[in-house]
Structure formats: structure tokens, C-alpha cells
């Protein structure tokens, strides 16, 4: 039996995307929220070339998607329920067995117990059931957003998410190899070590560091004064290099401030790759998010790079790719 994990340059067969539709989470960032979302469904399905899905997570959501985005070609918007939009981390990770179609779902705690709500939990099962694609449950916890594929065996990770002691106790970094080989059919794991500061899954690599090519990955370099994520960057790209990676440096937001007064997990890593283009989040305007544009744009030579902003989703801790999650034709 084979297994793998196609890498997210493949052709896909839909792009699942969870629409904000909590008031109780979102509060006055809602309606931002919304808009930012809606704005990343027409580029998906738009230059992006994407069959979007988009996940309402309850009526009044369903009935905010469908004002903003009911005349949208090639918009499908799904009623499902979900705790909140992070799909990548909820949501299955979709396999080839032996050539045919499955979903990987795991075990989800709420980040480390963070955040535990209500048909979170549900929605790997829910995604399967409406690509009619067969849902294998693995017993491990583990969110999308804490691994990336290359699409030939390779796994890149964090050790301080996927060995944190507040998801699989005990964890060793063999018990995890062995667990992405069974699931992913996973013949290497690259792992990295600490992720963004104030980052509230404990690091999840789509924050990070990424694949974007055989053998070439992307991770951050610091833009201007008071990144605090230098060290973090820096080290990543060290242990990429050293696994023999092509390594390209993508200039980071630099400082961007949380509600709360500190760093938020901004990152121009969590881009999206859709069949016809690259969506970066950007989080303010200036030459950081435009020369990181230019990097991306350097690697995807045959995508259109759009820029798109992703501010209010970012207060919710995450953005474009922490919400979607390919389903790979």
C-alpha cells in the first residue's frame, strides 16, 4: 500500500475556505472579517482558478455569505458547521492510497486545549462526506497547519508544536516519523524548532517555513527594527539548508501589533497555492509586503502572486492558509 500526500502546487479538485459567522468570537472584527474572506473566495475563484467551498459554519453565516458572495462564479457555498473557520486545522488531510482518494482526519483538542468549541471536531468528517471521498481516522492529535508536504515523502514540521506534551504526551520525534509514515506515507520529516511568537498553535510550521518547489522551501527573513522573530527565522532557515533544501529568504511584516499590546503571529508565509495563482496576506502597506510579493513571485513563476488583506482575520490568530484546505484532484 502506498500513501501521499499531494504537494500543494498539484492540481486540485476544489479549495475548501471557512467563512467567519461567530459574533461571539469575531465581535467588531466580524464584518472586516467577513470582508477579507470574501475578497480571498473571489481571488480563488477568479486568477486563482479554484472550485471554492465555502464553509458557512451556521445560518447567519450562510446568510452573510450569500450577500457578499451570492453572485460569485464559482463560489459553492456549503452550510456546515464548525467552531470557528480553520479549516487547515479541523478539516482532514486529503491522501492518494494506492492512487485513489482519502481523507486523513485526526484527533483535534483546540490547539492544546486553548480553544475548544463546539462541531470543531465534525468537520474532517463533514468535508469527506461532501467530496465523497471514504474519512480514516487516525488516533493522534495533530492540526494541518503543523505539517507541510512536498508531495515525494517529505514532511516539514516545528518540534515545539507536534512534540508539545499538550497534544500526543509523551511524544518522542520517532513516535511522530512513524505516525507521518503510516498516514502520510512519509519517508523523511525535516523539523524545525520554535515558531512565531504569541502564536497560539504553539508554532505551526504554515507560519514559518514552506515548500514551494522540489527541494526549495521559503521561511522569513527579520524586516526592520523590533521582529522578534529574527532568532526563530534565522534558525529555520539554518535547518532547511542543512536538509539539503534550496533555501529562499522572504522579507517578514516585521512588527505588527496584537489587540492586546504585543507581537501578533503575522506572517507572509501563510499563502495559499491555488491552481492559477499564490494569495500572500499582507498586514500593512509598504516595501515588507511588496518585496515579499516579489520573493514569492520569483519561485512561482507560473502564478500570478495577489496580495490581499488579512488583518481582521489575523486578530482571530491565524489567515489564508490556517482557513483553507486543498482537496487535490
Same mark, same amino acid.
Not at 199 to 218: C, K, S, W
Given at each position: 500500500m502506498t500513501v501521499l500526500v499531494p *504537494?500543494? &502546487?498539484?492540481?486540485?479538485?476544489?479549495?475548501?475556505?471557512?467563512?467567519?459567522?461567530?459574533?461571539?468570537? &469575531?465581535?467588531?472584527?466580524?464584518?472586516?472579517?467577513?470582508?477579507?474572506?470574501?475578497?480571498? /473566495?473571489? *481571488?480563488?475563484?477568479?486568477?486563482?482558478?479554484?472550485?471554492?467551498?465555502?464553509? !458557512?459554519?451556521?445560518?447567519?453565516?450562510?446568510?452573510?455569505?450569500?450577500?457578499?458572495?451570492?453572485?460569485?462564479?464559482?463560489?459553492?457555498?456549503?452550510?456546515?458547521?464548525?467552531?470557528?473557520? &480553520?479549516?487547515? $486545522?479541523?478539516?482532514?488531510?486529503f491522501v492518494k492510497q494506492d492512487g485513489a482518494d482519502l481523507a486523513q482526519g485526526f484527533r483535534f483538542n483546540g490547539w492544546g486545549g486553548k480553544y475548544v468549541y =463546539?462541531? +470543531?471536531?465534525?468537520?474532517?468528517?463533514?468535508?469527506?462526506?461532501?467530496?465523497?471521498?471514504?474519512?480514516? *481516522? @487516525? %488516533?493522534?492529535?495533530?492540526?494541518?497547519?503543523a505539517v507541510d508536504h512536498d508531495g515525494a515523502g517529505s514532511v516539514l514540521t516545528t518540534g515545539q508544536c507536534v512534540l508539545n506534551p499538550?497534544? @500526543?504526551?509523551? &511524544?518522542?520525534?520517532?513516535?511522530?516519523?512513524? /505516525?507521518?509514515?503510516?498516514?502520510?506515507? =512519509?519517508?523523511? !520529516?525535516?523539523?524545525?524548532?520554535?515558531?512565531?511568537? @504569541?502564536?497560539? !498553535?504553539?508554532?505551526?510550521? %504554515? @507560519?514559518?517555513?514552506?515548500?514551494?518547489?522540489?527541494?526549495? =522551501?521559503?521561511?522569513?527573513?527579520?524586516?526592520?527594527?523590533? %521582529?522578534?522573530?529574527? +532568532?526563530?527565522? %534565522? $534558525? /529555520? /532557515?539554518?535547518?532547511?539548508a542543512e536538509a539539503g533544501l534550496k533555501v529562499v529568504r522572504v522579507p517578514s511584516p516585521g512588527w505588527i501589533e496584537s489587540a492586546e499590546g504585543g507581537p501578533a503571529p503575522a506572517s507572509h508565509m501563510n499563502f495559499i497555492i491555488a491552481n492559477g495563482a499564490v494569495v500572500m496576506p499582507t498586514y500593512k502597506p509598504g516595501q515588507a509586503a511588496e518585496l515579499a510579493a516579489q520573493a514569492l513571485q520569483s519561485v512561482f513563476p507560473g502564478r500570478k502572486v495577489i496580495s490581499l488583506p488579512s488583518n481582521a482575520i489575523l486578530t482571530g490568530g491565524g489567515s489564508f492558509h490556517c482557513i483553507t484546505q486543498q482537496e487535490p484532484a
Open positions: *504537494a500543494e &502546487w498539484a492540481p486540485h479538485r476544489a479549495m475548501w475556505l471557512g467563512f467567519p459567522s461567530h459574533e461571539e468570537l &469575531w465581535r467588531e472584527d466580524l464584518r472586516q472579517a467577513q470582508q477579507e474572506v470574501a475578497a480571498l /473566495a473571489r *481571488a480563488l475563484a477568479g486568477p486563482g482558478g479554484e472550485r471554492v467551498r465555502l464553509m !458557512t459554519g451556521g445560518e447567519a453565516g450562510e446568510a452573510d455569505a450569500r450577500a457578499l458572495l451570492g453572485d460569485a462564479a464559482g463560489v459553492e457555498i456549503v452550510p456546515g458547521r464548525f467552531g470557528d473557520i &480553520w479549516l487547515r $486545522d479541523t478539516g482532514p488531510i =463546539a462541531h +470543531d471536531n465534525e468537520v474532517a468528517g463533514q468535508i469527506a462526506d461532501a467530496s465523497g471521498v471514504a474519512l480514516n *481516522a @487516525n %488516533d493522534f492529535i495533530l492540526e494541518g497547519g499538550n497534544r @500526543n504526551a509523551g &511524544w518522542t520525534q520517532a513516535d511522530a516519523e512513524a /505516525a507521518f509514515a503510516r498516514a502520510f506515507g =512519509a519517508t523523511r !520529516t525535516i523539523w524545525l524548532g520554535e515558531g512565531l511568537a @504569541n502564536d497560539h !498553535t504553539d508554532g505551526h510550521v %504554515d @507560519n514559518l517555513a514552506r515548500f514551494v518547489a522540489p527541494g526549495v =522551501a521559503v521561511c522569513p527573513v527579520a524586516y526592520g527594527r523590533g %521582529d522578534v522573530n529574527a +532568532d526563530a527565522y %534565522d $534558525d /529555520a /532557515a539554518r535547518r532547511l
